[in-house]
Nanobody, 116 residues
Framework: QVELVESGGGLVQPGGSLRLSCVVS????????MDWYRQAPGKGRELVAS???????HYEAPVKGRFTISRDNAKNTLYLQMNSLKPEDTAVYYC??????????WGQGTQVTVAA
């Protein structure tokens, strides 16, 4: 059974750091493009960063230079290191495993709140 479980969210002050994790079960991790998405209050879900099985990465402009996406294939785990956090980073963060346009696996999300 394929399952994605995120963890690591919480409350952090502006300028602080968090590391999100996504553990993937079901024998698909090593061949999947992995993504982090986020959804802020009142907004749609947006892509944050992506990483291919070959460790090629992509970052959307709002997080470039502050966030780092990585994967540990031996542990079937995806990470998002979040530094220099801003209040506008507040959102529910979702892990995604991409197979095809109509075949994606999603985690349940983890809440990140950046506030003093």
């Amino acid at each position: 059974q394929v399952e994605l479980v995120e963890s690591g969210g919480g409350l952090v002050q502006p300028g602080g750091s968090l590391r999100l994790s996504c553990v993937v079960s079901g024998n698909i991790f090593g061949t999947s493009v992995m993504d982090w998405y986020r959804q802020a209050p009142g907004k749609g879900r947006e892509l944050v960063a992506s990483i291919t099985p070959a460790d090629t990465t992509h970052y959307e402009a709002p997080v470039k230079g502050r966030f780092t996406i990585s994967r540990d294939n031996a542990k079937n785990t995806l990470y998002l290191q979040m530094n220099s956090l801003k209040p506008e980073d507040t959102a529910v963060y979702y892990c995604n495993a991409y197979r095809t346009t109509d075949w994606n696996y999603w985690g349940q999300g983890t809440q990140v709140t950046v506030a003093a």
